[in-house]
């Protein structure tokens, strides 16, 4: 079965509550009607209720009924939820009446919702930018304990089943954090390995720690960031099989591996990248994707105490049903 089957059936086995909040977006409803019909989560739609009902006709949508539907200008639960993030945010200075303004922002409805323990996670950014998707999602839910920054894994179905776990990689970050110092990158290669359980599905992840040096085999001081992100990581999650440094084609290629890193239990054996900077990251990942005709789905965000996803704002129906179906994985692993 491949790798997005394996996740839609997982999700379809312990559906999870996912906040649509762009609701009267073409693509997004268009998906949550397929979602719905498929049985893969249970969706709640932020709006008025005529308008998604009337969208949906229009676009010959058959199950939108089945969908939650909360319009914050009518919901009993607005006011609640207003008085919920004016505690949160007031040390920040934020007031009541700012309070009520933004919790009419679908964005922030949806977190809010989330936070009270009424849905489980969200995706936006089909008409958001990431910061818009970010910014209540940090300031609502908050990181994971242990967590100060999010960052993004991809999930690369690869042509090469030699590499990976049968040719699927994930790889972090690739998305969030520019330049990220040790602790941080420690952080993401904990995270990155959590979503190669949750939503890949690795029964065991072993995590390379990436760099242009094998264990030693040049000097640089970012070099010594990444030594010290690997042992910050394993001392963090001590049954984590993580290694590092390595250059990439110690850590995927057997023979490379006994030769670069003797006695490594990850050396050519990795199953999940962990780059040393999101520039290295991003530009790995569309290398493997153009020149190596690789799939690659994500950004899957991380780090988040319950999921928030951010989708590309040229995605598509596919983009945002696949994505539905890997945030309730990674909701079921948050639970």
Known sequence: MA???????????????????????????????????????????????????????????????????IDPATSE????????????????????????????????????????????????????????????????IKC??????????????????EYGEDGVLVIGDIAVTPMPDAQQLAQIALCTAKTARSVAGFAEPRIAMLSFSTKGSAKHEVVDKVVEATKLAAELAPELRIDGELQVDAALVPSVGAKKAPGSEIAGKANVLVFPNLEAGNIGYKLIQRLGHAEAIGPILQGIARPV???????????????????????????
């Open 3 to 69: 790798l997005i089957d394996n996740i839609i059936a997982r999700a379809k086995s312990n559906k999870q509550r996912i906040v649509l909040p762009e609701s009267l977006e073409e693509r997004t409803i268009t998906a949550a009607d397929k979602a719905l019909a498929d049985g893969i989560a249970e969706i709640i739609l932020i709006g008025s209720r005529n308008e998604i009902l009337s969208k949906a006709g229009e676009l010959g949508l058959n199950n939108i009924e089945k969908a939650v539907i």
């Open 144 to 161: 994971e304990p242990g967590i100060t920054c999010v960052s993004g894994a991809m999930l690369m179905l690869t042509q090469a089943p």
């Open 77 to 140: 639960k607005t006011a609640e939820y207003a008085n919920l993030l004016y505690e949160l945010r007031k040390s920040k200075g934020m007031t009541p009446e700012q309070a009520a303004t933004l919790v009419m922002n679908p964005l922030y409805f949806g977190c809010l919702i989330i936070k009270s323990g009424d849905a489980d996670g969200q995706i936006s950014g089909a008409l958001s930018t990431t910061g818009d998707t970010l910014r209540p999602a940090l300031q609502i």
């Open 309 to 335: 996803n951010d989708l590309s704002r040229g995605c598509s129906v596919d983009d945002i049903y696949k994505m539905i179906a890997i945030t309730a994985c990674q909701a079921m692993d948050a639970a």
